[in-house]
């Protein structure tokens, strides 16, 4: 059995496709980017302390997976939104352009840690106002990175995707399904 070190909902119903057995923890951890921080160096570092946060918490015997996705635009991390002001600053500069989409996944167990990076391109279409607003109004974008979810009503924005669409959801199943089998966990 393998701890999945994660709070989202999104991320455990990944997880049961590959038919692995696993059970969840929370860590809490600071998610603040660091002064100068490249996008991929700080989606790294933050699946990394989920699974060290979560270890102390279970212990060094404990098979944890853990993950953080981040969009990024222009060089820019767009986090959560912190209300519907931010979301609709975001949802704005998504339209009409390309971004990227990055997860980390880590596996850990006390010092033996493997990770994969998936790196994924959206190409959003035009937003109107009104479109933002009416979707900010359903909720889903309230707790996504870059305020918008690809499996869910955001997903009618996207003109393209080239990547990988579960690691746009928040875990790449490709690359998952890699590390556990590295494991020896599949």
Same mark, same amino acid.
């Given at each position: 059995?393998?701890?999945?070190?994660?709070?989202?909902? *999104? @991320?455990?119903?990944?997880?049961?496709?590959?038919g692995?057995e696993?059970?969840?923890?929370?860590?809490?951890?600071?998610?603040?980017?660091?002064?100068?921080?490249?996008? $991929?160096?700080?989606v790294? *570092?933050?699946?990394?302390?989920?699974?060290?946060?979560?270890? @102390?918490?279970?212990?060094?015997?404990?098979?944890?997976?853990?993950?953080?996705?981040?969009? &990024? *635009?222009?060089? !820019? &991390? =767009?986090g959560?939104?912190?209300?519907?002001?931010?979301?609709?600053?975001?949802?704005?500069?998504? %339209?009409?352009?390309?971004?990227?989409?990055? +997860?980390? !996944?880590?596996?850990? @167990?006390?010092?033996?840690?493997?990770?994969a990076?998936? !790196?994924?391109?959206?190409? /959003? $279409?035009?937003?109107?106002?009104?479109?933002?607003?009416? #979707?900010?109004?359903t909720?889903?974008?309230?707790?996504?990175?870059?305020? #918008? $979810?690809? %499996?869910?009503?955001?997903? %009618? /924005?996207?003109?393209?995707?080239?990547?990988?669409?579960?690691?746009?959801?928040?875990?790449p199943?490709?690359? +998952? *399904?890699?590390?556990?089998?590295?494991? @020896? =966990?599949l």
């Amino acid at each position: 059995m393998i701890w999945l070190a994660s709070a989202s909902p *999104r @991320r455990r119903e990944l997880l049961k496709l590959l038919g692995v057995e696993f059970d969840v923890v929370t860590p809490d951890i600071d998610e603040s980017v660091l002064p100068n921080e490249a996008p $991929g160096d700080y989606v790294m *570092r933050m699946a990394k302390e989920k699974g060290r946060a979560a270890g @102390r918490m279970l212990g060094a015997a404990a098979v944890i997976l853990s993950a953080d996705t981040s969009v &990024i *635009r222009g060089g !820019v &991390i =767009l986090g959560k939104p912190e209300d519907e002001a931010d979301a609709v600053t975001m949802l704005n500069k998504l %339209q009409n352009a390309t971004h990227r989409v990055l +997860t980390a !996944v880590v596996l850990t @167990r006390g010092d033996r840690q493997s990770e994969a990076l998936s !790196v994924s391109e959206v190409d /959003f $279409g035009p937003m109107t106002e009104e479109e933002i607003s009416a #979707y900010w109004q359903t909720g889903e974008p309230a707790d996504k990175a870059g305020s #918008y $979810g690809v %499996q869910g009503i955001g997903g %009618q /924005f996207i003109k393209e995707i080239r990547g990988s669409y579960t690691g746009i959801v928040g875990l790449p199943l490709y690359e +998952t *399904r890699m590390l556990l089998k590295q494991w @020896r =966990l599949l």
